[in-house]
């Protein structure tokens, strides 16, 4: 299994600011990806953060609107720019141990509203 | 991609046994998803059915008909702390990884 952490757990930001959500896991894992659910709504995949690599990004979302880090096999970023309370949204990490292994573990969520 | 079907709100009594449906059509099935997400929390894995039938674990078993593209979610002797909602997601054949998440049954036990 894996525990991921998320920073922040939730914050309110203005309309026109941006924001990075930070992802940390306590062991080294292949898959890292990054989710968007919206009020009532199900798991969007984002992207999958690729280390060393520029990130592999979901038909809807683009690079300018959330650019991705991954540094490392622990860690990567999530950034949400030019905020519009459209992106009002939970953003979740999430991770794959393996490629062979079908599970996924999240992280808890950042909550954001943005005013 | 999927289309992933599954009903909005279900509501069942403590103690009773509640079976929560999706339906999925694909172009090409690799394998069916249950997770649990109470409110505000992470989603939690379930089950994953990957071969027709059922795969029981405790009080939680999850079907699989490939040729219907159908499965279930059976919930036995159900318990407050059941109330959350469970996601189906289906994940394809080639191409990501990833499965796709359905929107998820909101299920409400009473006492």
């Known amino acids: 299994s894996a525990v991921i952490s998320q920073k922040p757990s939730r914050d309110i930001c203005q309309r026109g600011t941006s924001l990075t959500i930070q992802c940390q896991v306590d062991?080294?894992?292949?898959?890292m990806f990054w989710y968007r659910q919206q009020p009532g709504q199900s798991l969007t995949l984002i992207a999958t953060?690729?280390?060393?690599?520029?990130?592999?990004?979901e038909s809807g979302f683009v690079i300018d609107k959330f650019p991705i880090s991954r540094p490392n096999l622990t860690f990567s970023t999530l950034t949400v720019s030019n905020m519009s309370p459209e992106d009002s949204s939970i953003y979740l990490c999430?991770?794959?141990?393996?490629?062979?292994?079908?599970?996924?573990?999240f992280g808890p969520g950042t909550r954001l509203t943005v005013t | 991609g999927q289309n992933i079907d599954q009903p909005t709100e279900m509501t069942a009594t403590e103690g009773a046994i509640v079976q929560i449906n999706c339906t999925y059509q694909?172009?090409?099935?690799?394998?069916l998803f249950w997770y649990q997400q109470h409110a505000g929390e992470a989603p939690t894995f379930l089950s994953y059915?990957?071969?027709?039938g059922l795969e029981e674990k405790g009080r939680f078993s999850s079907f699989l008909s490939r040729s219907k593209g159908y499965s279930y979610l059976l919930l036995k002797e159900l318990q407050m702390k059941d109330s959350a909602s469970y996601l189906c997601?289906?994940?394809?054949?080639?191409?990501?990884?990833?499965?796709?998440f359905g929107r998820g049954t909101s299920l409400i036990v009473h006492p």
């Open positions: 999430s991770v794959g141990i393996r490629r062979s292994s079908y599970e996924q573990y």
């Open positions: 062991s080294q894992v292949t898959m």
């Open positions: 953060a690729n280390q060393g690599s520029e990130a592999t990004y």
């Open positions: 694909t172009s090409g099935f690799n394998g």
């Open positions: 059915n990957v071969l027709d």
């Open positions: 997601a289906v994940r394809e054949l080639g191409g990501s990884y990833i499965p796709t």
